[in-house]
Structure formats: structure tokens, C-alpha cells
């Protein structure tokens, strides 16, 4: 969903939202040892996993004139995994798992434009992963993720140049850290990804004729992994 250069108060308003849904299934069955290696007794019984996830980004675009611009980009996302089955074939116990995440998150970016050739973009973002779950085996408490940003941009005479630097982060999923007790195995000391980056780079384009024209570009990056 767009809606964009809407004016209020003299002011330019745009706004987008997106929408993701996922959802994943998968079962197993664990053939398992019996005791005395007894082979009826030897299969245990099916496990069945489900996973649903959904998530909403947005972004909120301000602008009171051409020197400034404010966007905000929030998320919210909600991730479900639950799990049943049988413990094994010869106890028929039946086992239980209920695991949900909530994630939140808000990005800012502030644009100024003192001159037509140049800008600047100082920006941030927020970001928090808050589990619940059915059994002991998840932390209740995340500590949030804070990445900060900046964009520069400078036209010169003939060529174009910019500047981005900041940090970024990623939460690890459910099943990248909890598995899923069938195929994924667990890593409870799994931490969230983040590093450090920058790119440079200029744009510098060629007219020939009227029909011809090409555009040459040089970047140049690094990052910085944790």
C-alpha cells in the first residue's frame, strides 16, 4: 500500500506499508532404539511442528519543505512455533511445545539539504526480540539492538558522489536458535549478528551525442563483522 505527496499544512506527506505472512509445517518420525533392541517396540512416535510468522513495515516520509526530510520506518512482527507429539512408543507420553517472539523495531532518518548539490542524512535504528515460551529453555529478557547511520551526498560539477556509514543488526529467528526438535538443533548461546560498514562511491556520466550517453561508476566497501 503507497500513498504518496499528499500536502497538509504545506507540508509533504508520504506513507507505505507492506505485509509478509509465512508458514511452515513439517512432521517426523524418529525410528529410535527400544529397549533390548525389541523391534516392535522399536519406533517412536510422530512429531509435528508448525510455524507462523507475520509482519508489517512501514515507512512515514515528512517533509515541511525541500531543505528537510524526516522518515520513520517501524516493524512489528509476531513469529508462533508449537509442537506435538508423542515423547515415545512406550510410555505414549505426550509432549507439548508453545514458543512465541514479538518483534519491535523503529527507524529515523533525518535529511538536510542546505544547498541543491548537498545533503546530509543522519539516521537510527531500534530494534527489540521479546520470546515467551511454554517450557524454561528460552531467556525472557533480550537486551535491544541500537544502529546508528549516515548518508552523504554531494553532486559536483560532473560527477556525483556519496558517503554510508553505520552499523546493522539482525536478530537470530526461533529456529535458528530454539530449533524446531526435528531436523534444526538448538543454539541457546546463538547472539544476534551486527557489524560495522561503509561505501564510497561516485557516478560520473559521458554524453557523446544527443543518442549516446554512458555512465561510469566506482564504488568502493568494507565492513566489519562482530
Not at 500500500?1 to 499544512?9: A, E, G, I, V
Not at 556509514?165 to 530454539?178: D, I, Q
Request: glycine share 8%; with cysteine.
Amino acid at each position: 500500500f503507497s500513498s504518496n505527496d499528499h500536502r497538509f499544512l504545506d507540508h509533504v506527506v508520504s506513507l507505505d506499508v507492506g505485509l509478509d505472512l509465512l508458514m511452515s509445517r513439517r512432521s517426523f518420525m524418529d525410528p529410535g532404539v527400544a529397549p533390548d533392541f525389541v523391534p516392535e517396540l522399536s519406533m517412536r512416535s510422530e512429531q509435528d511442528a508448525r510455524l507462523w510468522q507475520v509482519g508489517i513495515d512501514s515507512r512515514l516520509v515528512w517533509a515541511p519543505n525541500s531543505l528537510h526530510r524526516l522518515e520513520l520506518a517501524p516493524r512489528v512482527a509476531g513469529t508462533s512455533f508449537k509442537q506435538t507429539g508423542q515423547d515415545n512408543q512406550l510410555t505414549a507420553q505426550t509432549a507439548s511445545l508453545s514458543r512465541l517472539s514479538l518483534d519491535l523495531g523503529v527507524g529515523a532518518e533525518y535529511f538536510w539539504t542546505p544547498r541543491a548539490t548537498f545533503s546530509i542524512g543522519p539516521g537510527v535504528r531500534v530494534d527489540a526480540w521479546l520470546p515467551s515460551a511454554s517450557d524454561d529453555f528460552m531467556p525472557r529478557i533480550n537486551h535491544p539492538e541500537v544502529s546508528p547511520r549516515l548518508i552523504v551526498h554531494w553532486a559536483l560539477e560532473s560527477c556525483d558522489t556519496y558517503l554510508n556509514a553505520g552499523r546493522r543488526h539482525r536478530f537470530p529467528t526461533l529456529l535458528e536458535r530454539y530449533g524446531d526438535n526435528i531436523g534444526i538443533g538448538p543454539s541457546p548461546d546463538l547472539e544476534s549478528e551486527s557489524g560495522f560498514f561503509a561505501d564510497a562511491g561516485l557516478k560520473c556520466p559521458i554524453e557523446f551525442t544527443d543518442a549516446i550517453q554512458i555512465e561510469l561508476g566506482l564504488t568502493g566497501f568494507g565492513s566489519l563483522p562482530k
